[in-house]
């Protein structure tokens, strides 16, 4: 059975989000190096990496309030401002990869899909097929995209990969979910980490999720968690692991022992 592991690379890792449209360059470059070794490591293994806006897109996407809608001119000037900081971001991102030597094509959620009402509408996942099938990896990306009954909105890389996931199980591939980001896992209100959720302790989990203390339009940690079991619902196993951690995102890729935790069914 063919493998394929989604990775997000959270905004908060790669970029300080605090600190509007500032990178974090040092652990693009760890992360590049990382996902060197799992191709050495698993050469058959198909990979799909997701960025997230980080301190680039929410800081405009806070500013026009995209993710509500585009009504009028200056919401549309609004939209196209939004994905120009999200595209900036990727393209750094791509920039790193490729000095790597890893063959990465930008993707962007705007030409796979449409939403209507900030709901999923529709899904071409087409250009990503093709993209794996020629042995490159598709780099996919938080965005703007365009909804049929408000104008537009914004679509999170979580979202983006989340369905990702359920299209290419539904194709019976092996699938696996990471979510890498600059947090130790999904934690207790005292800070300890919670190495394993289940539909069975998610009610107890759900009361202390936080929102992001950074500015964040698309949700933080309780949106990922809820989006997560949904995903781990078909039998896929989703992971949220501290991506600062060298080595912590290819052990958790290859299926070694990783620090974060364990969302599944």
């Known amino acids: 059975m063919m493998e394929l592991a989604l990775i ?3 905004g908060s890792l790669i970029t300080d989000k605090d600190k509007p449209y500032t990178p974090r360059l040092e652990i693009m470059q760890q992360l590049a190096w990382e996902v060197q070794q799992i191709r050495k490591q698993n050469p058959h293994l198909k990979l ?12 405009s996407a806070k500013k026009h309030n995209t993710i509500e809608g585009v009504f009028n001119d200056a919401d549309k000037l609004g939209f196209c401002l939004v994905h120009q900081d999200a ?8 920039k790193v990869f490729l000095k790597t030597g890893l063959p990465v ?3 962007p959620p705007l030409m796979m899909v449409v939403t209507q009402n900030q709901q999923l509408l529709k899904t071409d996942f087409a250009y990503i097929e093709n993209t794996l099938a020629s042995g ?8 703007v995209v365009l909804d049929q009954a408000i104008g537009g909105t914004i679509v999170s890389s979580d979202t983006l990969l989340g369905e990702l996931a359920k299209y290419f199980h539904r194709q019976e591939l092996q699938v696996r979910l990471i979510n890498a980001g600059n947090y130790p896992g999904v934690c207790k209100q005292n800070g300890q980490v919670i190495s394993h959720i289940t539909p069975v302790n998610y009610g107890q989990i759900k009361t202390f999720l936080g929102q992001s203390e950074s500015i964040d ?11 997560f079991l949904t ?4 039998g896929i196993d989703c992971w949220i692991i501290d991506g600062n951690i060298p080595g912590n995102l290819s052990r958790t890729v290859l299926g070694q022992s990783c620090l974060g935790t364990l969302i599944s069914s």
């Open 8 to 10: 997000k690379l959270g």
């Open 48 to 59: 799909i990496i997701g960025n997230g806006a980080g301190s680039f897109a929410h800081q």
């Open 87 to 94: 595209l900036e971001l990727n393209l750094l991102l791509a």
């Open 105 to 107: 094509v930008s993707l």
């Open 136 to 143: 490159m990896i598709p780099l996919v990306f938080g965005d």
């Open 217 to 227: 339009v698309t949700g933080g940690m309780a949106k990922k968690v809820a989006e």
């Open 231 to 234: 995903v781990a619902s078909l």
